[in-house]
């Protein structure tokens, strides 16, 4: 169903922790700062005494500027670097969707994926399997930008590609009214967008270039059910053409261009 939200990152008590802590340190450090530079003027600034605790406060007051920049840095970079695996997370979530729903080669990038959309019909089926695929991409993207909105606010374009992918949550209704029109320009949105966040191709191939495309119902289910233990034949669903074979799931790693 694509990777969840979740993943790898501190927990929100983890982390209010580890914020209090660095909070404590250096106020600790502001405090001997200042006790220092104060006690420099009761003894005397001209002094050799003052004039050591003044070094020894303005000193250790730069250390702490030094270090809060450092970690200002460092964490920047963390949340940018938890934001781009968000965005591969949600990327390759919407990917299965589209490769269960038209098919295609079982590794593709944004171009191919953008050239699939530009191909889905007016009159494609969308299964129940189908739209869950999509429901969950929706709600996958709400997660993300309720949990790890610092995160996606630091990799510009990628907030509004996961708002569209969340009016995918709309089509949970089952005879939702939602167009298939709708869902492909929500999905061609949120790829473009997506594939600028990552540095990816946002230049579609025709969709009548693209191998293996087949957007019947029974060839949504062997997609959808590949790797899951089971397929439709195994519980007496009939063979499909050619043999019944079943097409692979997308590779979980990073899509290569086409």
Do not use: C
């Not at 580890?18 to 104060?38: C, D, E, H, P, Q």
């Not at 970690?71 to 990917?95: K, P, T």
């Not at 509004?160 to 995918?168: F, G, K, M, Q, V």
């Not at 949970?172 to 949105?189: F, H, P, Q, Y």
């Amino acid at each position: 169903m694509g990777s969840r939200v979740s993943g790898r990152h501190p927990e929100p008590r983890t982390l209010l922790e580890k914020y209090v802590l660095r909070a404590i340190i250096a106020l600790g450090f502001l405090v001997v700062s200042t006790l220092m530079i104060w006690g420099a003027f009761l003894v005397g600034a001209d002094s050799n005494e003052g004039s050591l605790f003044i070094n020894l406060g303005t000193e250790i007051f730069g250390i702490l500027i030094t270090v809060a920049l450092v970690e200002w840095l460092f964490e920047r970079r963390r949340l940018q670097d938890r934001g781009r695996e968000l965005a591969w997370n949600v990327f390759h979530a919407l990917e299965r969707a589209v490769w269960v729903w038209q098919g295609g080669p079982s590794q593709m990038g944004t171009d191919a994926l953008l050239g699939l959309i530009h191909g889905i019909g007016k009159t494609d089926p969308l299964p129940q399997f189908t739209r869950t695929l999509l429901v969950n991409l929706g709600s996958q993207s709400r997660e993300a930008l309720d949990k790890e909105a610092p995160a996606i606010r630091l990799l510009p374009g990628m907030e509004p590609a996961l708002e569209d992918l969340t009016s995918l949550r709309s089509l949970s209704d089952g005879d939702s009214a939602v167009s298939i029109r709708m869902v492909t320009e929500v999905l061609e949105s949120a790829t473009s967008g997506l594939g600028r966040v990552l540095h990816l191709s946002t230049q579609p191939i025709p969709a009548a270039l693209i191998r293996y495309r087949d957007s019947t119902e029974r060839a949504q289910e062997e997609r959808y059910y590949a790797g899951k233990g089971w397929t439709p034949k195994a519980e007496g669903r009939g063979k499909s053409k050619g043999g019944g074979s079943h097409a692979s799931r997308p590779s979980s790693d990073r899509p290569r261009t086409a």
